[in-house]
């Protein structure tokens, strides 16, 4: 299996840390895009993504996989290791909502506010923008950083005791947020304390 990506990209990352977490990393071939010079738009790319966007897993029958939540699945399934994604009807339900809820409202926010109310990729990459929506999502990042923390004062991590596909999105949330210098509130204390040990995790640390 490849996976097209960007090391250090926000979504890619998440992809890289759920191989991490199955101790995948060395059964997949990762193959660099360049999106800094337009690559993923690219007719041969939109090929095997529409979207046009990475990362992207391709299987060895030729099937593609895009989006990272459908990715993480796969890998959730295919490879050993504690379940990313839920084992019971209730523990996915959950974990799902509390992913869609990190990826919406936290990463997908600050993306909109990062390619829109700020200079971003530049402009060959940023055909179209708009400030307003740019700073409304920049609100909406926020307020679902203070969500967050008051889900992480009741648990120790996002869908309950245990670690999962919400926690790697949220993270990356967050290190997205880093990059569009947007802080965590300093009032927070339990979205901090929870990061720092997200960090130190073997998948992240290494």
């Not at 990313?84 to 009807?89: F, I, K, Y």
């Not at 967050?148 to 949220?170: C, H, K, P, Q, W």
Request: hydrophobic share 40%; net charge negative.
């Amino acid at each position: 299996m490849k996976i097209y990506d960007v090391e250090g990209f926000p979504n890619p990352a998440r992809v890289r840390i759920a191989l991490a977490e199955k101790s995948a990393t060395d059964k997949v071939e990762f193959i660099p895009i360049d999106v800094m010079n337009g690559e993923h738009r690219s007719d041969a790319f939109r090929q095997k993504n529409p979207d046009a966007a990475v990362p992207l897993l391709e299987l060895e029958d030729g099937t593609c996989v895009s989006h990272c939540t459908a990715i993480t699945e796969y890998i959730d399934a295919a490879f050993d290791g504690a379940a990313l994604c839920g084992e019971t009807a209730k523990d996915r339900a959950v974990v799902h909502m509390m992913n869609r809820r990190a990826e919406s409202g936290l990463l997908d926010a600050v993306g909109d506010y990062f390619h829109h109310a700020t200079p971003g990729l530049g402009p060959a990459l940023e055909t179209y923008q708009n400030a307003e929506w740019g700073s409304r999502r920049k609100d909406t990042a926020l307020a679902t950083m203070r969500y967050l923390d008051g889900v992480l004062s009741e648990n120790d991590y996002l869908a309950g005791d245990r670690f999962s596909m919400a926690d790697i999105t949220a993270f990356a949330g967050l290190a997205f947020a880093d990059f569009a210098k947007l802080d965590i509130p300093s009032e927070l204390g339990n979205l901090k304390a929870w990061r720092a040990r997200v960090a130190s995790r073997p998948s992240i640390a290494a």
